[in-house]
């Protein structure tokens, strides 16, 4: 039973888990002869169930002020709790209201135990990332007999491969367990947002960035946390998220577009803070990065390297940049360290995640290494489009020529406060040259403590614009990136998912072999791009029709605002046989959205930019010959490996 998960959990030093008891009640009615045979009813309007049982029937619901119980006492065996019929009556009117026969039919008994609900409203299912070898299965939120088969066997697998990431804010827990009781049987729109918890985690950046207007989601764990205060009277959050509430496209569609397009045509600022960011150091540093990192991290110490992390059945657990390091002068940015070392960025949502992977390395294989999270202590500003060389050279005096300051490479500059004053202060970050949106751009990594001074200076900068996450992710998709966790899952094999050109031809990082067995025998479901000529809103989910037939379904699906079209990114399969290019380019495709199918072009690679003419600077004429594209453009050789 999942409220009594926390108190297991104690015993092996786990203080607390992400997980709420709530009472939650259901009455059993007399018996109705009519009611035999009749169907179960799920009422999403009202939050409202009927479960016919016989010649009776359950009925229950989800209100909006549950009894919550902040833990189950650990004296407290099971048991049930008295009905509280000022808080289910809401439950019974809705019922009467739907079937008048119920308002004559008495009640024959009533129950009401505990139900865990957690804050994403899904179960807390694998390995603790803390505790390595104690697994957890609980918080089903109200589904554990719905979800208990297919969990069991996948629970039998983590225990066999190892996984977990959870965390853990009393406060934020309670709100946004609050939260997922209360929505239970909300419609799940693609683009919807929580309303409870949105503050449990701040950037240093948050209220520059809210006096500049932006609208701050719950991006990943940077969520939010206030408890036990009156209902906030500011609605403006809630009205706004009402245009996300739609399976077409949202009522943003045109905002996103002009944030997505200047980033495109001119040059857009990212706040990136929320990415996870580590250093891996320590005596067997090296050693641990040739288990964990598919590229080659042989090279130069100015590398920026894109790199998977594999599960032992050669799955993706996480894609990374890597910076190669070899000590510094001291500071968040460039810490002082022996021997080499590397600077991990990864995916906030995943962040976790990956940390928890690392960390079982390091402790599977006893390595003397040490992983540092600096997520808080660093920010993260990424300036990006073609006029970004321009704008960020009147902020530092280093260069930042193809020369000078080469794709994929990092180094510490100064940036200062005010263009093209350098006598003014100057505040030192690590630069990357790398980008998430296919465009001529830089990261830069700045100690929280000086974030503030130098968004300010940036933000000033004429012609460069504020841009938000959705219109990113447009980009990315848009430009052939990868997202983990959506077009890219533990589940996918890198050359599946036209990753092999990051995993090293020679090395022992841990799925190696299934790696080169896939090179060799060739794959059953292959990665692939769709663009859509009619306008419709995809999201993923949405089915891939061959010639007629399915052959899969889009993992992500968004707008190109550039290619202005819809673009979405799925897997191809053939009935379990190989999936060869020769078979990719023969089919006709579809895309059925909605229940309507919808003429798609396959690529094998993403049609924009198909050179990587732009990461360079160039923005001459493009070619369009995806055939000579290379995915991550410029990462193929630093991965040190081939498709």
Same mark, same amino acid.
């Given at each position: 039973?999942?409220?009594?998960?926390?108190?297991?959990?104690?015993?092996?030093?786990?203080?607390?888990?992400?997980?709420?008891?709530?009472? %939650?009640?259901?009455?059993?009615?007399?018996?109705?002869?009519?009611?035999?045979?009749?169907?179960?009813?799920?009422?999403?309007?009202?939050?409202?169930?009927?479960?016919?049982?016989?010649?009776?029937?359950?009925?229950?619901?989800?209100?909006?002020?549950?009894?919550?119980?902040?833990?189950?006492?650990?004296?407290?065996?099971?048991?049930?709790?008295?009905?509280?019929?000022?808080?289910?009556?809401?439950?019974?009117?809705?019922?009467?209201?739907?079937?008048?026969?119920?308002?004559?039919?008495?009640?024959?008994?009533?129950?009401?135990?505990?139900?865990?609900?957690t804050p994403d409203h899904k179960p807390l299912l694998g390995e603790d990332p803390n505790v390595f070898g104690l697994y957890h299965n609980c918080g089903y939120n109200s589904?554990?007999?719905?979800?208990?088969?297919?969990?069991?066997?996948?629970?039998?697998?983590?225990?066999?491969?190892?996984?977990?990431?959870?965390?853990?804010?009393?406060?934020?827990?309670?709100?946004?367990?609050?939260?997922?009781?209360?929505?239970?049987?909300?419609?799940?729109?693609?683009?919807?947002?929580?309303?409870?918890?949105?503050?449990?985690?701040?950037?240093?950046?948050?209220?520059?960035?809210?006096?500049?207007?932006?609208?701050?989601?719950?991006?990943?764990?940077?969520?939010?946390?206030?408890?036990?205060?009156?209902?906030?009277?500011?609605?403006?959050?809630?009205?706004?998220?009402?245009?996300?509430?739609?399976?077409?496209?949202?009522?943003?569609?045109?905002?996103?577009?002009?944030?997505?397009?200047?980033?495109?045509?001119?040059?857009?600022?990212?706040?990136?803070?929320?990415?996870?960011?580590?250093?891996?150091?320590?005596?067997?540093?090296?050693?641990?990065?040739?288990?964990?990192?598919?590229?080659?991290?042989?090279?130069?110490?100015?590398?920026?390297?894109?790199?998977?992390?594999?599960?032992?059945?050669?799955?993706?657990?996480?894609?990374?940049?890597?910076?190669?390091?070899?000590?510094?002068?001291?500071?968040?940015?460039?810490?002082?360290?022996?021997?080499?070392?590397?600077?991990?960025?990864?995916?906030?949502?995943?962040?976790?995640?990956?940390?928890?992977?690392?960390?079982?390395?390091?402790?599977?294989?006893?390595?003397?290494?040490?992983?540092?999270?600096?997520?808080?202590?660093?920010?993260?500003?990424?300036?990006?489009?073609?006029?970004?060389?321009?704008?960020?050279?009147?902020?530092?005096?280093?260069?930042?020529?193809?020369?000078?300051?080469?794709?994929?490479?990092?180094?510490?500059? %100064?940036?200062?406060?005010?263009?093209?004053?350098?006598?003014?202060?100057?505040?030192?970050?690590?630069?990357?040259?790398?980008?998430?949106?296919?465009?001529?751009?830089?990261?830069?990594?700045?100690?929280?403590?000086?974030?503030?001074?130098?968004?300010?200076?940036?933000?000033?900068?004429?012609?460069?614009?504020?841009?938000?996450?959705?219109?990113?992710?447009?980009?990315?998709?848009?430009?052939?990136?990868?997202?983990?966790?959506?077009?890219?899952?533990?589940?996918?094999?890198?050359?599946?998912?036209?990753?092999?050109?990051?995993?090293?031809?020679?090395?022992?990082?841990?799925?190696?072999? %299934?790696?080169?067995?896939?090179?060799?025998?060739?794959?059953?479901?292959?990665?692939?791009?769709?663009?859509?000529?009619?306008?419709?809103?995809?999201?993923?989910?949405?089915?891939?029709?061959?010639?007629?037939?399915?052959?899969?379904?889009?993992?992500?699906?968004?707008?190109?605002?550039?290619?202005?079209?819809?673009?979405?990114?799925?897997?191809?399969?053939?009935?379990?046989?190989?999936?060869?290019?020769?078979?990719?380019?023969?089919?006709?495709?579809?895309?059925?959205?909605?229940?309507?199918?919808?003429?798609?072009?396959? %690529?094998?690679?993403?049609?924009?930019?198909?050179?990587?003419?732009?990461?360079?600077?160039?923005?001459?004429?493009?070619?369009?010959?995806?055939?000579?594209?290379?995915?991550?453009?410029?990462?193929?050789?630093?991965?040190?490996?081939?498709?």
């Amino acid at each position: 039973m999942g409220a009594w998960g926390p108190r297991v959990a104690r015993f092996a030093g786990i203080p607390n888990l992400p997980l709420i008891p709530f009472k %939650h009640a259901y009455v059993v009615m007399d018996a109705t002869p009519e009611i035999r045979g009749g169907p179960n009813i799920r009422d999403h309007d009202v939050d409202l169930y009927i479960k016919v049982q016989g010649e009776s029937c359950q009925v229950g619901g989800y209100e909006s002020n549950p009894h919550m119980l902040d833990q189950v006492p650990d004296n407290l065996q099971f048991h049930l709790y008295e009905l509280d019929w000022d808080v289910f009556g809401i439950h019974m009117t809705s019922a009467t209201s739907l079937c008048p026969k119920l308002s004559t039919v008495g009640v024959k008994s009533t129950v009401c135990g505990p139900e865990s609900f957690t804050p994403d409203h899904k179960p807390l299912l694998g390995e603790d990332p803390n505790v390595f070898g104690l697994y957890h299965n609980c918080g089903y939120n109200s589904a554990g007999m719905m979800f208990s088969a297919g969990c069991g066997i996948q629970m039998a697998e983590w225990i066999v491969t190892g996984r977990g990431r959870y965390m853990s804010r009393p406060h934020w827990m309670r709100e946004t367990s609050h939260e997922a009781y209360a929505r239970n049987y909300n419609i799940v729109f693609p683009h919807d947002e929580h309303l409870a918890g949105r503050d449990a985690s701040h950037d240093a950046l948050h209220q520059e960035l809210v006096e500049d207007g932006a609208i701050r989601v719950q991006q990943y764990d940077w969520g939010g946390a206030h408890s036990d205060y009156p209902r906030n009277i500011d609605q403006r959050y809630e009205e706004i998220l009402k245009g996300e509430h739609s399976f077409d496209f949202s009522k943003h569609h045109n905002i996103i577009g002009e944030e997505a397009l200047a980033c495109r045509n001119a040059a857009a600022l990212f706040n990136m803070s929320y990415y996870g960011k580590f250093y891996l150091t320590g005596p067997d540093a090296q050693r641990t990065a040739d288990l964990a990192f598919t590229a080659d991290l042989s090279k130069h110490d100015d590398r920026v390297v894109y790199s998977l992390l594999l599960n032992d059945k050669g799955g993706v657990e996480a894609d990374v940049t890597v910076s190669i390091l070899d000590g510094g002068t001291g500071g968040l940015h460039e810490p002082i360290f022996k021997g080499r070392g590397y600077y991990v960025v990864t995916s906030g949502f995943s962040a976790n995640h990956t940390l928890a992977h690392l960390r079982r390395i390091i402790n599977t294989h006893k390595l003397r290494a040490t992983i540092t999270d600096v997520t808080k202590q660093m920010c993260i500003l990424s300036v990006q489009g073609p006029d970004s060389q321009r704008i960020l050279q009147r902020y530092t005096d280093a260069g930042l020529s193809n020369d000078a300051f080469p794709v994929n490479t990092h180094r510490s500059i %100064h940036v200062t406060k005010a263009a093209n004053k350098p006598e003014d202060k100057r505040y030192r970050c690590r630069a990357l040259r790398v980008t998430w949106s296919g465009e001529l751009g830089w990261e830069l990594h700045v100690p929280s403590a000086h974030a503030i001074p130098v968004y300010k200076a940036l933000s000033r900068a004429k012609g460069l614009r504020n841009a938000g996450w959705r219109a990113l992710t447009s980009l990315s998709a848009e430009k052939g990136y990868h997202l983990w966790n959506s077009d890219l899952r533990a589940d996918d094999n890198p050359v599946e998912a036209g990753l092999g050109f990051a995993c090293r031809k020679d090395g022992d990082y841990i799925g190696n072999e %299934h790696v080169t067995r896939a090179k060799a025998n060739g794959v059953t479901k292959k990665y692939a791009f769709f663009t859509l000529d009619d306008k419709v809103a995809i999201f993923g989910q949405e089915a891939i029709f061959r010639n007629g037939e399915p052959v899969g379904y889009l993992r992500r699906g968004d707008y190109a605002f550039y290619l202005d079209k819809p673009i979405g990114i799925g897997y191809v399969t053939n009935k379990g046989d190989l999936v060869t290019k020769d078979y990719l380019k023969e089919g006709h495709y579809e895309i059925e959205v909605l229940g309507e199918k919808h003429k798609a072009t396959l %690529h094998l690679k993403s049609p924009f930019d198909p050179n990587g003419q732009r990461l360079l600077g160039n923005y001459g004429p493009q070619g369009m010959d995806e055939n000579t594209h290379e995915p991550h453009a410029g990462q193929n050789e630093r991965a040190g490996g081939s498709e």
